[in-house]
């Protein structure tokens, strides 16, 4: 499915989020307080757009995964385009079984991509093996306005308007209408919150943005 919408992918974005998913990004890395010395690991990668703004926001080194292969090769056009093939590799793997070293990284990030993951529980360990002590985790995913009468429009917007626009634009029927679906059954924020303590992490946070349309989940490997 991914790779099927890949071409369209950024576009959309973009517009169904009105260009404010930039400054989710933007918000995400500057939670990991980089000092220019770190590498990062992007977990579910899909096109780069995290990694290519974590470069640009300080981190010496980025790593990218993802599973989807149209998407990486987007990805890799718009890192060649950068200049930042040196200091951006992007690598086909699983998010369930990373393909990093123990302790190897100093940062985490995933954007609106653990949704999609199989088991969440399974990619937040493996987050964790990977990072160094002291590591930061920075998380994007979906959520629900809590503001009643906002909640009631963004879950028709999301369920009724989204898919369409998203059918448009793309082609492909089941793509979108996947969308409102999979953030229907993630788990909520404070459900969320216990996956990543079991899994080791400290320091949890959840912060919504943009009134909850978007929660910023952040976390350290103690």
């Not at 292969?69 to 040196?86: N, Q, T």
């Not at 009468?149 to 492909?172: D, K, M, N, Q, T």
Request: charged residues 20%; glycine residues 10%.
């Amino acid at each position: 499915m991914f790779d099927a919408i890949a071409p369209r992918y950024d576009l959309l974005n973009h517009v169904l989020s009105a260009g404010i998913d930039k400054r989710w990004r933007a918000r995400a890395i500057r939670s990991l307080r980089l000092t220019g010395r770190e590498t990062l690991l992007d977990v579910c990668t899909g096109t780069a757009d995290v990694a290519l703004q974590a470069r640009a926001d300080g981190a010496a080194r980025v790593v990218g995964v993802d599973f989807a292969g149209m998407m990486l090769s987007r990805g890799h056009r718009k890192v060649d385009a950068a200049g930042e093939a040196g200091r951006i590799a992007l690598i086909r793997g699983d998010a369930m079984r990373l393909p990093a070293r123990d302790a190897s990284v100093d940062a985490v990030t995933v954007a609106f991509g653990i949704r999609n993951v199989q088991r969440p529980e399974a990619a937040c360990a493996e987050m964790a093996r990977a990072l160094r002590s002291g590591g930061r985790l920075a998380i994007l995913e979906f959520g629900v306005p809590r503001i009643p009468g906002l909640s009631a429009f963004y879950l028709w917007y999301f369920s009724h308007v989204l898919p369409r626009i998203g059918r448009a634009v793309s082609g492909h029927n089941a793509a979108y209408s996947y969308l409102p679906a999979s953030v229907g059954t993630f788990p909520p924020p404070g459900e969320f919150m216990g996956i990543l303590r079991t899994a080791g992490f400290v320091d949890v946070r959840a912060d919504p943005l943009t009134f909850g349309i978007v929660y910023l989940y952040t976390a350290r490997k103690p």
